[in-house]
Structures are given as structure tokens and as C-alpha cells.
């Protein structure tokens, strides 16, 4: 499997750029795991010159790529029985992130990708993190836990409760959906938190769209404008903190 990168207890998915390379990315999974989805959007930036690694952390707590389809088959289900099935399960399967020690598993795993980036040829300290979902929450965990993340961009995603603001050494794009209940609701508390400790932290506010906007192997959430916005945005985010 030469798109796959072994780290101690977890394994990556790699996707190189053709040309030169601009910088190092971390890509983190939705909480579906790394599926195909995720393996198109690391593909997406290694097209833009990014030596991209997108890790499968939630494997270590049961949900391979293979449950992620599964449990995502049913929420998206035509049949209500199934649907209605799918929410117990996905407590059950989700349980362990909620872990204390799952964090700090997932941050140290996440710390071991920046470590393989740093040493590649042509990154030269070029670190960025971005993420969905779950994955957009270890973004903001990330960026808070080592300062050679140089750039940070979560989707729909909120800092976990323990999250040492000091710690954010790069700025910080997000984006969300307007809809995201839980989300924007938190989002002045966020936004305050990062103004006190002075980290350069921006959020875009999609209006009419929720969670989940930028995935567009979901009919139910996908919204195309709001993707193709976030997406230019990003991109010229990472293009002049990575330069």
C-alpha cells in the first residue's frame, strides 16, 4: 500500500504532489473515519502542491473506515427503521472518543504526524492542519498543542473543554454553517477565548447551510457555494501562511 505511512499504533494516508512541494498538511477525518471522502479532500490538496497525510486515529477507538460506511449508510438510510437504528449505534461507537485518555492518545498521534512532515523534503517547517467535524475539533487541538503548526483551519469544529488557549502559536480560519446549532451557539465563547489569549482567529459563518456543508457525498448537507467559498479561502490562507 504505497499510499499508507505506518506511525506507532495508527497508520496515514499519503497523498504527494506532482510538482514542488509547498508544505506539509494534516488532514483529519470526520467522525466516519478515513473514509473515501477524506482520502478525495487530502488528494484535492496534494493537487494544490501539498505533501499531505490524512491520519486514522478514530480506528484506535473502533471505528475503521469500514464501520464509518456503515454507520454513515444507515444515517443517510431511505428506511426509517434504519435511521432510527443508527443512534444508538453511534453512541455506542463514538463512546470511547469521549474518553479523556482517547484525547491525549489522539493529540500525541496527531504530534507524530507533524513529526514525520518536518523531516520531509521540500517542508521545510511548513505545517498546516485542517479538519471536519471531529477532525476539525483535533484541528483546534492540534494547533493548541504544538507551535509548528503554522497554520490552522477547522470545519465545523470546536475546541475541546481542556484546550490551553496560550497554547495557539499561528492563526486560525473556520468555518462553519449557520445552522450548526450547537456550533454557532459556542462560537462567542470561542471567539472571546481566542481574542483574550491574541490569537489571529477567524471564523466565516455560511448563512442557510448547517453541518456537514463541505462534504459533497452528502445530498442532505452539501452545499456548493458555501464548499466552493471555504475551499478558495483555505487555500489562499495556507498559500500565504505557508509561503
Given at each position: 500500500m504505497d499510499n499508507y505511512i505506518e506511525f506507532d499504533g495508527?497508520?496515514?494516508?499519503?497523498?504527494?504532489?506532482?510538482?514542488?512541494?509547498?508544505?506539509?498538511?494534516?488532514?483529519?477525518?470526520?467522525?466516519?473515519?478515513?473514509?473515501?471522502?477524506?482520502?478525495?479532500?487530502?488528494?484535492?490538496?496534494?493537487r494544490q502542491g501539498y505533501l499531505v497525510v490524512a491520519p486514522d486515529i478514530l480506528s484506535h477507538a473502533g471505528i475503521t473506515p469500514e464501520v464509518g460506511n456503515e454507520l454513515y449508510r444507515l444515517r443517510n438510510s431511505d428506511d426509517e427503521a434504519e435511521r432510527t437504528r443508527m443512534q444508538p449505534l453511534m453512541r455506542e461507537k463514538m463512546a470511547p472518543t469521549q474518553q479523556p485518555e482517547y484525547g491525549s492518545w489522539a493529540v500525541s498521534a496527531l504530534k507524530q504526524v507533524v513529526d514525520w512532515l518536518d523531516v520531509q523534503p521540500g517542508v521545510a517547517g511548513r505545517i498546516a492542519a485542517t479538519g471536519f467535524c471531529f477532525g476539525g475539533t483535533y484541528t483546534f487541538a492540534l494547533a493548541a498543542a504544538d507551535d509548528r503548526v503554522r497554520a490552522a483551519a477547522p470545519f465545523y469544529g470546536a475546541p475541546p473543554q481542556t484546550t490551553e488557549f496560550d497554547g495557539f502559536a499561528c492563526p486560525v480560519r473556520a468555518f462553519y454553517g449557520e445552522q450548526d446549532e450547537r456550533l454557532i451557539t459556542g462560537l462567542p465563547e470561542v471567539e472571546k477565548r481566542m481574542s483574550d489569549a491574541g490569537v489571529d482567529f477567524e471564523a466565516t459563518v455560511y448563512p442557510g447551510t448547517g453541518h456537514a456543508f463541505f462534504n459533497d457525498t452528502n445530498a442532505h448537507t452539501y452545499d456548493e457555494a458555501a464548499a466552493t467559498d471555504s475551499w478558495e479561502k483555505v487555500n489562499e490562507f495556507f498559500a500565504k501562511t505557508l509561503a
Open positions: 495508527f497508520s496515514g494516508y499519503v497523498s504527494r504532489p506532482t510538482g514542488e512541494v509547498r508544505g506539509g498538511l494534516i488532514v483529519i477525518e470526520e467522525i466516519w473515519g478515513l473514509v473515501d471522502h477524506i482520502k478525495d479532500i487530502a488528494d484535492r490538496f496534494a
